[in-house]
């Protein structure tokens, strides 16, 4: 186990368990053509909630590609992004919340913090598992949250304040 200061990302699809317990009203075939899923045969909310799950996986996953030194682990409909290196999680912050929305139609709430995690060293097929401070408070803070957005704890400004000591807010 590796215990070190990170900067961690909680992100959530918004009302993906009123999906998957039905309780979003009638799907029309609208909804599943915005998917790609206009050949389903079994349309239901588990179908369309699988595919909105997958399309949440393919985002995290590029960003990861664009992004190697983020580590990512996905649980169902929300996940933990985290780095030590502050410069790179921004712009990968940015990329996630951006595709989600932009290019794949899928509302996120997500809380960020900056402090002490334990990363669990042995990577697994789905990845890898971290706990501590920093990613119980970036889970914290997401729940306080209604509707898309991201909210922070007042230990990450600090750590942006470090990584850009002289530079970040230059006009």
């Given at each position: 186990?590796?215990?070190?200061?990170?900067?961690?990302?909680?992100?959530?699809?918004?009302?993906?368990?009123?999906?998957?317990?039905?309780?979003?009203?009638?799907?029309?075939?609208?909804?599943?053509?915005?998917?790609?899923?206009?050949?389903?045969?079994?349309?239901?909310?588990?179908?369309?909630?699988?595919?909105?799950?997958?399309?949440?996986?393919?985002?995290?996953?590029?960003?990861?590609?664009?992004?190697?030194?983020?580590?990512?682990?996905?649980?169902s409909d929300c996940a933990f992004v985290w780095t030590d290196d502050v410069k790179v999680f921004l712009p990968a912050l940015h990329c996630i919340m951006w595709n989600m929305i932009q290019n794949k139609g899928i509302l996120c709430r997500?809380?960020?913090?900056?402090?002490?995690?334990?990363?669990?060293?042995?990577?697994?097929?789905?990845?890898?598992?971290?706990?501590?401070?920093?990613?119980?408070?970036?889970?914290?803070?997401?729940?306080?949250?209604?509707?898309?957005?991201?909210?922070?704890?007042?230990?990450?400004?600090?750590?942006?304040?470090?990584?850009?000591?002289?530079?970040?807010?230059?006009?």
């Amino acid at each position: 186990m590796t215990k070190k200061q990170s900067a961690v990302l909680y992100i959530d699809i918004l009302g993906f368990s009123a999906l998957t317990r039905g309780l979003v009203g009638n799907i029309t075939d609208s909804d599943y053509q915005a998917y790609n899923l206009t050949e389903v045969e079994d349309k239901n909310y588990v179908t369309l909630a699988a595919k909105i799950l997958s399309e949440f996986r393919s985002v995290l996953g590029d960003t990861q590609k664009k992004y190697p030194s983020i580590q990512i682990c996905q649980m169902s409909d929300c996940a933990f992004v985290w780095t030590d290196d502050v410069k790179v999680f921004l712009p990968a912050l940015h990329c996630i919340m951006w595709n989600m929305i932009q290019n794949k139609g899928i509302l996120c709430r997500g809380g960020i913090s900056y402090g002490e995690i334990i990363e669990v060293d042995t990577i697994y097929a789905f990845g890898k598992t971290i706990v501590g401070d920093a990613a119980t408070n970036a889970a914290k803070n997401e729940s306080r949250l209604k509707g898309p957005r991201i909210s922070m704890d007042t230990d990450f400004p600090d750590a942006i304040w470090a990584a850009f000591p002289n530079d970040l807010f230059i006009l």
